[in-house]
């Protein structure tokens, strides 16, 4: 029999760790996401960053380095995926649907509210949101912008020229919810979580990442509900495949810092860049499964 997913899973499968659940479990719909939502309020202005103010003052110039390159990367990725997101609004195809994706777009500008606070309160960059957003884009990387101003600002136009394309919206599902969300975001934030939580440091950083996840998996639980919809189509389904394929090797090259040469060999903040491959691709694979695609090998060699 079905079952329906734990609420502290939030709804996202790729966090499953007894993986014989997989076959049976029942996906929260829009309209239980969407009440999900409403029962988990929190404020980005409410977080205390009077003690990282501090932490970030001691740290020598290779962990600040590592972790403002790691924080850019968050702050511009969560302007984009606010702004890139109206598309999707647009696309609804029930007023349930439409609900909880007025809510997701929300989400994505109190992130981006977050980061804009930490580095104009911590890292001390006066000047407008503007501002700091171009200075973070001087740390992203030729592969970031490639996903996040090519293939996101592509797929949202394609869904904006017409909302009614299904076979656009299933791009764009696939290029936000499923690899940006679910492979980068969500591994990035676990390992500087679990960094910031073994050192005690930063505190209010810490929280906001805590928060953000929260509302990450949320959102990884629609697409994965979206794309299991619309894989019982075949030519969909294969468009999924494709579509993964073709994004997965220019996500990895996401997760890799500069100056590294070898991007299956590096470390960052203490962490194998191996460790970092297997937890994004050990959730995707269990979205997948869910989803009823498979990950082809070359995708996943990649
Ligand atoms: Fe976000
Ligand atoms: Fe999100």
Redo the contacts with the bound molecule.
């Keep these: 029999m079905a079952t329906l997913l734990e609420l502290s899973q939030q709804g996202d499968v790729g966090t499953i760790t007894d993986e014989s659940k997989l076959a049976n479990v029942k996906l929260m719909t829009p309209q239980q996401l969407y009440e999900l939502w409403e029962r988990q309020p929190w404020s980005a202005h409410a977080i205390d960053l009077e003690r990282d103010k501090a932490d970030w003052a001691g740290f020598d110039d290779d962990v600040r380095s590592h972790l403002a390159w790691n924080l850019s990367s968050f702050f511009i990725g969560?302007e984009r995926?606010t702004t890139q997101f109206s598309g999707l609004v647009r696309a609804y195809e029930t007023q349930s649907e439409e609900a909880y994706l007025t809510t997701?777009q929300v989400?994505?500008a109190r992130?981006a509210q977050h980061f804009n606070r930490f580095y104009e309160q911590v890292l001390g960059i006066d000047g407008t949101f503007e501002d700091r957003l171009t200075r973070a884009r001087s740390d992203v990387s030729p592969a970031f912008t490639e996903l996040f101003d090519g293939h996101l600002v592509d797929a949202q136009d394609r869904l904006l020229a017409d909302p009614s394309d299904v076979e656009a919206k299933v791009d764009f599902v696939v290029t936000y919810?499923m690899v940006i969300?679910g492979t980068l975001?969500l591994t990035g934030q676990f390992f500087i979580q679990d960094f910031l939580e073994k050192r005690g440091i930063l505190p209010g950083c810490l929280e906001g990442f805590q928060k953000?996840s929260q509302?990450?998996h949320r959102?990884?639980a629609y697409g994965t509900w979206f794309l299991q919809q619309k894989a019982s189509d075949p030519a969909l389904r294969s468009r999924i495949q494709a579509k993964l394929a073709e994004l997965i090797p220019i996500a990895t090259g996401v997760l890799v810092p500069p100056g590294v040469e070898d991007p299956f060999n590096y470390e960052i903040l203490g962490y194998h860049s191996s460790e970092a491959h297997q937890f994004a691709f050990t959730a995707l694979s269990r979205r997948l499964k869910v989803i009823g695609v498979s990950l082809g090998d070359e995708a996943v060699a990649a």
């Design positions: 969560e995926v997701q989400d994505e992130h919810h969300e975001a953000i509302d990450e959102h990884v």
